[in-house]
């Protein structure tokens, strides 16, 4: 899902990397710093590495076309959506350091990877709140579930995204690279529902928005 500056006009360029920054301030003023515990910021940490290998390993046929696992819905979910959205930046910046995808295309490759998964993330939290409280209904329902729809989601806005580009074939890109998107992303939701039932089971400190007193020992109504 790396794209290619030369897909957009400079404005399109300026214009994404400008609601990035403006995003990437809302979370560092949304995140408290000062209460922030240590050991799950060494694991926040240690996501960074972990998804940049994802977005490191990547196969694919036409620039622009690349598949990789995303991992941003696992990392809002470990972190929090704030704390990820940095988290991903980083990524992403190391990433482009090191020649796998370009710094003028930081903007575009920002929104649709990492911004729109963990803006899903944040969603299926807040609906996964009217629902029973429940072990199960987090790591099927949060997890398993939101990686499924959040690497879809985000393929499907770069298939839009290389449509109004003008970059491929509407046809093409529909019709073929699409299903390569559906076909992965029953990966990203496995992965992101086997890591997060491993984490909530044996490091449930690591994980951010789960909360042991509503999942675990919530008693249910009557």
Not at 65 to 76: K, M, S, Y
Not at 140 to 165: D, E, I, R, Y
Not at 202 to 220: I, S
Request: glycine share 8%; charged share 10%.
């Amino acid at each position: 899902m790396h794209f290619p500056a030369q897909f957009f006009a400079p404005a399109t360029l300026w214009l994404t990397l400008a609601m990035v920054v403006l995003l990437l301030l809302e979370a560092v003023r949304r995140i408290p710093w000062r209460t922030l515990n240590p050991v799950a910021l060494n694991a926040w940490m240690g996501a960074c590495v972990v998804v940049m290998l994802f977005w490191s390993l990547k196969g694919g046929f036409k620039p622009g076309l690349e598949f990789h696992l995303l991992g941003g819905a696992a990392f809002a979910l470990m972190a929090g959506p704030w704390l990820a959205l940095i988290g991903l930046a980083i990524v992403l910046a190391a990433v482009s350091a090191y020649g796998m995808a370009e710094w003028s295309a930081f903007g575009v490759n920002y929104l649709v990877m990492a911004a729109l998964p963990v803006a899903l993330t944040g969603l299926t939290l807040r609906l996964a709140r009217r629902l029973p409280a429940n072990y199960f209904v987090y790591i099927f329902f949060n997890a398993f579930l939101t990686g499924w729809l959040s690497f879809f989601c985000a393929g499907l806005l770069a298939v839009c995204t290389l449509a109004l580009a003008d970059a491929y074939p509407p046809d093409y890109l529909f019709g073929d690279a699409l299903s390569f998107y559906f076909l992965l992303s029953w990966s990203e939701a496995f992965t992101t529902g086997l890591v997060l039932a491993i984490f909530v089971v044996y490091k449930p400190h690591w994980v951010a928005t789960f909360d042991d007193q509503r999942y675990l020992y919530a008693k249910p109504p009557g």
